[in-house]
């Protein structure tokens, strides 16, 4: 059953998300930095995270990385970079991946050989970076990261979290929200501006 009640907007740089009438979640999208969203079960993360992903405007990042398998890694990134690009830029995408991926601490070697890997083989936070490279490079008006730290140790959690700071250097003014299932092993976010708990949705059925 999916929660149709349950809907998200973005208007006027502001996001909100709205289960019926009742607002949930309400923030500015000019101000950037860290939010979290704390949802009770699997099921609520789903039916948040399928609002987000039918909102214009947002970008999900799951925590597999959003990769097709059937591509190369080099392969993902051609697609991503230059879907819907704008003819007149003329960055040079393979110098900007390759400093992104620096940024994110790949070593020269790892980036060399990483493009021809198919993310199967990659290991689950690789993968994940190399997603979020993605985003790093065409930033969504709001980043939402899905449950990354599910079933990550805290020293890998950490690792990604360091990560994900090089998206707020690069884009100061642009959201990311973490949306993450409750639990007392949560990492801790630096610089974290707000943290919104949600509590389980009622489900209901479209019959038109």
């Not at 990261?145 to 959690?157: K, N, P, S, W």
Request: a negative charge; proline letters at 6%.
């Amino acid at each position: 059953m999916i929660n149709t009640a349950l809907h998200a907007t973005v208007e006027n740089r502001r996001l909100s998300l709205v289960d019926g009438d009742t607002p949930r979640l309400v923030l500015p999208l000019d101000e950037g930095g860290r939010h979290r969203l704390v949802v009770a079960d699997s099921t609520t993360a789903q039916q948040v995270i399928a609002a987000f992903e039918r909102c214009p405007g947002v970008g999900v990042l799951p925590d597999s990385g959003g990769l097709l398998g059937a591509m190369t890694v080099a392969e993902n990134f051609a697609l991503a970079l230059h879907y819907d690009s704008d003819p007149a830029d003329q960055r040079d995408w393979e110098r900007e991946l390759e400093t992104a991926l620096q940024l994110c601490g790949l070593p020269a070697e790892r980036i060399a050989t990483l493009g021809r890997e198919r993310p199967m083989n990659l290991e689950r936070t690789d993968r994940w970076t190399v997603g979020f490279v993605r985003c790093l490079l065409r930033p969504p008006e709001l980043l939402v990261i899905d449950r990354v730290f599910a079933g990550l140790a805290r020293r890998q959690a950490d690792a990604l979290i360091a990560v994900e700071s090089v998206y707020h250097q690069r884009h100061p003014f642009r959201t990311v929200i973490f949306v993450d299932l409750d639990s007392h092993e949560l990492p801790a976010l630096p610089g974290c501006r707000s943290l919104t708990k949600l509590a389980e949705l009622a489900e209901t059925t479209c019959h038109c």
